[in-house]
């Protein structure tokens, strides 16, 4: 079976535009949750989505968005883009909601110059 | 939210030699995982261990839920199980998981 798949793999933006990350799920699995990894640190959740709602937010500003789609697929969104988010973003997928194993897709790399 | 300190955060070996990586949360976890992150950055599940021991070849895991500690022993290490490993705690009140800094481990041939 396919794991959990993310595009693009590599990006680059300029200050101010606007990227659109996506993630499809493990077939079968209803949870989505995005993570934000820069260099030097461990992973920081920013959205979780199971069934399509959204189940929690990290401490990212408004600039941020994200939905879940009617086949589990996911969109991260970020606006008027900083030199901060440069960044690797992973998805990851569970079967259910709470306390379930997360399975990460290989992450997208967003350069912001 | 809860907080996760994970130690030593580098450590060098000699291909061959053993050893253990400690991770400390701070309150009480649903699920408690570890991952290894390859240098693409590829996060690849080792253990999903909200308490007990369970074992995968060389490594195998610990998670003491009441002492709120987990410990992954890496054995007869080889040059390949170089690079940043990470346990995660998730929330008793949600699913989002919380990353320690990561352990940075070179294994030297």
């Known amino acids: 079976d396919a794991g959990v798949t993310q595009s693009p793999t590599h990006l680059i933006k300029t200050r101010g535009q606007q990227v659109t990350l996506r993630c499809s799920p493990i077939?079968?699995?209803?949870?989505v949750s995005w993570y934000q990894q820069v260099l030097g640190q461990g992973p920081q959740f920013i959205f979780q989505y199971y069934e399509k709602e959204e189940r929690g937010r990290g401490n990212f500003p408004d600039r941020f968005s994200a939905r879940q789609f009617p086949n589990y697929s996911s969109e991260l969104n970020v606006n008027a883009l900083l030199l901060g988010d440069s960044a690797l973003y992973l998805c990851?997928?569970?079967?259910?909601?709470?306390?379930?194993?997360?399975?990460f897709g290989p992450g997208t790399r967003l350069t912001v110059t | 939210g809860i907080q996760v300190e994970q130690s030593p955060p580098d450590l060098i070996l000699q291909e061959g030699a053993n050893s253990t990586l400690r991770c400390n949360f701070s309150d009480s976890v649903n699920n408690l995982q570890w991952f290894h992150q390859n240098p693409w950055g590829q996060l690849i599940n080792l253990f999903y261990?909200?308490?007990g021991t369970k074992q995968n070849g060389r490594l195998s895991a610990t998670t003491v839920a009441t002492e709120r500690y987990s410990l992954l022993y890496i054995s007869s290490s080889q040059t390949t199980d170089s690079g940043v490993y990470f346990c995660?705690?998730?929330?008793?009140?949600?699913?989002?998981?919380?990353f320690g800094e990561g352990t940075q481990l070179t294994v030297n041939p």
């Open positions: 261990i909200p308490s």
């Open positions: 995660a705690g998730e929330e008793t009140s949600g699913s989002r998981l919380t």
């Open positions: 077939s079968g699995h209803k949870s």
């Open positions: 990851a997928s569970s079967l259910l909601w709470g306390a379930h194993e997360q399975y």
